[in-house]
């Protein structure tokens, strides 16, 4: 039986011995206009709890744990019947070419985080005439 349980949770990317485990969720990549737009739900969490990092063209988006304050008082303690939503951390990293940082632009709503990366523009060398000796 505890067998069947450390596979299901195995398979849902969750440890049952470690609540400060990382999960990550899904996503969309889309290319739009010339612009990259990673999609990504994570519903259930303030914006400012979200942290979005892009450094040595990886995105790395993570979001902070969440744990249940429990009250001294053990009257009013609360008895979970059903516990199927997690308190723990959220990380997705993707890899991407080189973007202009300056330029990426976040957006959440209504669980969705939306990231904009725009590419860097190719350098345009100018022709070079080559001289025969």
Known sequence: MFELLYDLANQMNCNL????????????????????????????????D?????????????TEAKKEEKEENKENTKKYLIKERSECAYERSIQFSEFEEESIQAKYENGILEVILCPK????????KIVIE
């Open 121 to 128: 523009k190719p350098e345009v060398k100018e022709k070079k």
């Open 17 to 48: 011995f470690n609540e400060g485990d990382k999960r990550s969720f899904p996503i969309n990549v889309t290319l739009e206009d010339g612009n990259y737009h990673v999609y990504a739900a994570i519903p259930g969490v303030n914006k400012e």
């Open 50 to 62: 979200i942290k979005i990092e892009f450094e040595n063209s990886l995105l790395t988006i993570r």
